[in-house]
């Protein structure tokens, strides 16, 4: 294994931990305690872990930075929008009745 697939290896584990601790701090709050650690503690170190694995990232990569971060700026409008108005977040598809698998429905008898 390389570098850069190690580098993406634990960038994907801290992704997952980074998942884990703010699951907790919904489930049981900011300030709940979990084995000796507070919530809002161990979320802070796994966002840090995560922008660690992030620097190196762009130290190793042609990654580009500028590009990440148009698409960060870009996800805070997004994601500002919808929180004003949480009825946007789903978009309107219109219902196509699918057909059934064994043909068309029979209506029901009245």
């Given at each position: 294994m390389n570098r850069?697939?190690?580098?993406l290896i634990i960038l994907s584990e801290e992704c997952a931990e980074v998942q884990q601790a703010a699951i907790k701090c919904v489930r049981f709050g900011m300030d709940s305690?979990?084995?000796g650690l507070v919530n809002r503690y161990q979320l802070e170190r796994e966002l840090g872990d995560f922008m660690a694995m992030f620097?190196?990232?762009?130290?190793?990569?042609d990654l580009r930075?500028?590009?990440?971060?148009?698409a960060a700026e870009?996800?805070?409008i997004k994601v500002e929008k919808?929180?004003?108005?949480?009825k946007l977040e789903f978009?309107?598809?219109p219902t196509v009745e699918k057909p059934h698998r064994r043909g068309p429905r029979?209506?029901?008898r009245s």
């Open positions: 850069l697939e190690e580098l305690e979990h084995q620097k190196l990232l762009l130290e190793e990569t930075e500028e590009v990440i971060m148009e870009a996800k805070l919808f929180m004003r108005n949480p978009s309107v598809r029979k209506k029901p």
